[in-house]
């Protein structure tokens, strides 16, 4: 089993936070822009390039601001292990914002939400939501815990 690395941005701008709205077959969700982290690539380079991806947004990640792990068991038996990274990222808005080019697979578009309705988004993964003041404050890294799932 790989470990995926996944690299995450939480963009403040004017107070607003931006997600990324997806739908599935549970409805409509958010999350935080970024992705998996390629090879040979710096984990701040995996934000950067994803945000540009999924937003057309240009960013610059300021410092790293939490770490969570969670493994879980999918439908076909195989089980998915994933780090995330989250970066707390400064939008650099003197550049001019570009077309996404490679949005995820249930992403429908992006939104700027303002943080008072993050706190009650349906906000994935949700262990984001619930610590987002924590995360956004200028101090450590924070260390979400880890989570197993399913079997």
């Known amino acids: 089993m790989a470990i995926r690395n996944s690299a995450k941005a939480l963009i403040l701008h004017d107070g607003k936070l931006l997600l990324n709205r997806c739908v599935s077959r549970l409805g409509i ?9 390629h090879d040979g690539e710096l984990l701040t380079e995996a934000v950067r390039r994803e945000v540009m991806e999924e937003t057309g947004l240009t960013v610059e990640p300021m410092r790293m601001s939490a770490i969570f792990e969670r493994v879980s068991e999918g439908r076909d038996g195989s089980v998915a292990h994933k780090m995330y990274f989250v970066f707390l990222c400064k939008y650099i808005s003197d550049i001019p914002q570009e077309e996404p080019i490679e949005r995820d697979a249930y992403q429908t578009g992006m939104e700027w939400v303002p943080l008072d309705k ?22 450590e890294t924070i260390y979400l815990g880890s989570e197993r799932r399913g079997g």
């Not at 969700?29 to 982290?37: H, I, T, V």
């Not at 993050?118 to 101090?139: E, Q, T």
Request: glycine fraction near 12%; hydrophobic fraction near 40%; charged fraction near 20%.
């Open 118 to 139: 993050v706190k009650r988004a349906n906000l994935f993964p949700r262990v984001i939501r619930d610590n987002l003041s924590a995360l956004l404050d200028m101090g």
């Open 29 to 37: 969700y958010y999350a935080l822009p970024g992705g998996g982290q």
